[in-house]
């Protein structure tokens, strides 16, 4: 569903008005929250960076171009995780093209790649322990 389909419903249904859903994005390896200015897009933080990268090479990608979302911080000081490489399609734009009044890029989440083999870190713990339980 949509952003606009999703706004459409939550009013019928609920009553809520889109000004009043508020957005972020995010990943439990990566500190920094992306929160949604009023118009629903994911500017980008001064603390953080965000590179889109080809799906083949890794390369990064132009603004405008969907690849993979690798997030950049250096707020992290407790673990070496400056840069964490995502599961998720995004494009990066141009900040100014939102009209908020922000002029920071924003991100915009097209989806996940690969999903049958997608696994949240818990989901790979656990494989990892029922695997290491079998060779003891």
Known sequence: MDKE????????????????????????????????????HF??????????RDVNTLEPLPHGQVGLVNLISPMVRATPILSVMTDDLGVLHD???????????YLEI?????????KTCAAG???????????R
């Open 110 to 118: 097209i989806g996940r790649v690969g999903l049958k083999d997608i």
């Open 5 to 40: 389909e999703f706004y459409a419903l939550a009013k019928k249904v609920f009553a809520v008005d889109d000004s009043d859903i508020v957005e972020f994005y995010g990943a439990v390896e990566h500190p920094i929250l992306y929160c949604d200015c009023p118009r629903h």
């Open 43 to 52: 500017h980008v933080p001064v603390y953080s960076r965000v590179i889109i």
């Open 95 to 105: 900040g100014g093209t939102c009209g908020c009044g922000i002029t920071s890029p």
């Open 125 to 135: 713990a656990a494989e990892l322990l029922a695997n290491a339980g079998s060779v």
